[in-house]
């Protein structure tokens, strides 16, 4: 079992950064496979984000590519996201998620752990 915990959302200009971060409960973080997703008012939850356990494989939606950057510090139990040149449309709640294994599926139905969700809001 694993419980996430997720910080750092916020109000902020366009333009501008926020760095999320997800705390994971249990000793067994290091083996699961974490992920960012989100989801804005009336659309369907998108992943953003991902990254293996080992950290050697990670992936970004296109439409963040070049702007978000996904870590991860096994030693910590934690999973960040350094969100950068923040648009309107990255507007939406950020959840953090989990799935045991190397994998990194782009569903959301893959991954079995979430977190409460954080908001972002990206002012024009």
């Known amino acids: 079992q694993v419980q996430l915990v997720e910080s750092g959302g916020g109000l902020v200009q366009a333009g501008g950064s926020l760095r999320l971060s997800c705390v994971a409960s249990g000793s067994t973080f290091r083996s699961y496979a974490m992920a960012w997703f989100r989801q804005a008012p009336g659309r369907e939850r998108e992943l953003v984000v991902a990254i293996t356990w080992s950290g050697g494989r990670t992936y970004y939606a296109d439409s963040v590519k070049g702007r978000f950057t996904i870590s991860r510090d096994n030693a910590k139990n934690t999973v960040s996201l350094q969100m950068n040149s923040l648009k309107p449309e990255d507007t939406a709640v950020y959840y953090c998620?989990?799935?045991?294994?190397?994998?990194?599926?782009?569903?959301?139905?893959?991954?079995?752990?979430w977190g409460q969700g954080t908001q972002v809001t990206v002012s024009s």
């Open positions: 998620a989990a799935r045991p294994f190397g994998a990194i599926p782009t569903i959301s139905a893959a991954y079995d752990y």
